[in-house]
């Protein structure tokens, strides 16, 4: 069996982040390879609760507090950490991840644009993102056609009304039924 993608899964563990919920990806452990699953212990940190079960990993949300974050070594996380960053209190630091301008964009500069649109106070740095979390609205997202642009911005059109993600296709390139799977997530909304 092969494992889901961990890069993906992170859209739905960020759900239930921001919406207080819990969310289970089936298929996936903290026994993975992959580096990208470690965004969960970041989740923990900002006040999930991470549940490791044998066929799979559940989050459920908490009340969410910043933190600061070396994400170099998983960098293709680092928009929806942002995004989930833009819900808690307190300043969110994320570093060591230059790269990421080099991208299928700039991911740094659009993560960082786009939470501005939100009402959210987001500024990169040489390597990396400072997101001051307060309370975000909705806006038109541009998606850069960045798939994990788009993606991470369904997060947070979870848990605040009005947001609108453009070119909202582009995430053909690596999840094409990213939007059908997504909206069964409606469920998971619960009262913060």
């Not at 939470?115 to 850069?144: C, F, N, Q, R, W």
Request: net charge negative; with cysteine.
């Amino acid at each position: 069996m092969v494992e889901p993608d961990a890069s993906n899964a992170s859209y739905f563990w960020a759900a239930a982040a921001v919406t207080g919920g819990t969310v289970k990806v089936r298929g996936i452990t903290k026994d993975s390879r992959q580096g990208d699953v470690r965004v969960t212990e970041l989740f923990e940190a900002m006040g999930c609760k991470v549940i490791h079960e044998k066929d799979g990993l559940a989050v459920s949300g908490g009340k969410l507090r910043a933190i600061e974050a070396d994400m170099a070594d998983m960098p293709d996380v680092v928009p929806t950490l942002a995004v989930v960053a833009a819900f808690a209190e307190g300043t969110t630091v994320i570093k060591n991840v230059a790269h990421l301008k080099a991208k299928e964009s700039d991911r740094l500069a659009a993560v960082a644009a786009e939470l501005s649109k939100m009402g959210i106070e987001a500024v990169t740095t040489d390597s990396g993102l400072i997101i001051k979390g307060g309370k975000p609205h909705g806006a038109e997202i541009d998606t850069y056609n960045d798939h994990r642009i788009a993606m991470c911005f369904a997060v947070a059109g979870l848990a605040v009304p009005g947001v609108m993600i453009r070119d909202e296709t582009c995430v053909e390139k690596s999840f094409p039924n990213f939007w059908e799977v997504f909206g069964e997530l409606k469920e998971v909304r619960s009262e913060k």
